[in-house]
Nanobody
Framework: QVQLVESGGGLVQPGGSLRLSCAAS????????MGWYRQAPGNERELVAT???????NYADSVKGRFTISRDNVKNTVYLQMNSLKPEDTAVYYC??????????????WGQGTQVTVSS
């Protein structure tokens, strides 16, 4: 069984910073792309950022220059450093990982979500 466990969400004032972490654990062979998505009330889930095994990154236009995604391939962990946070960044943030299981098959896994609230 493979699990993604997130941490680091919370309440922060506009202009503040938060760092999210997501660790993959369980029976896995390797992890391909990892990413962060978010969903605000009444909205669809949207891409925030992704990172490949070779650390190539992709960001939503709305977070470019403010958010940084990184990963530690030894710890099977992906991070999202969020700076200059705005009220419109308020959402539940989900990590995602494309994982190769022991069977050799690739499967998308999702974390349970962590709430980020930006408010004064």
């Amino acid at each position: 069984q493979v699990q993604l466990v997130e941490s680091g969400g919370g309440l922060v004032q506009p202009g503040g910073s938060l760092r999210l972490s997501c660790a993959a654990s369980g029976s896995l062979l390797s992890i391909n792309v990892m990413g962060w998505y978010r969903q605000a009330p009444g909205n669809e889930r949207e891409l925030v950022a992704t990172i490949t095994t070779g650390s190539m990154t992709n960001y939503a236009d709305s977070v470019k220059g403010r958010f940084t995604i990184s990963r530690d391939n030894v710890k099977n962990t992906v991070y999202l450093q969020m700076n200059s946070l705005k009220p419109e960044d308020t959402a539940v943030y989900y990590c995602q990982a494309l994982i190769r299981r022991l069977t050799g098959e690739f499967t998308d896994y999702w974390g349970q979500g962590t709430q980020v609230t930006v408010s004064s």
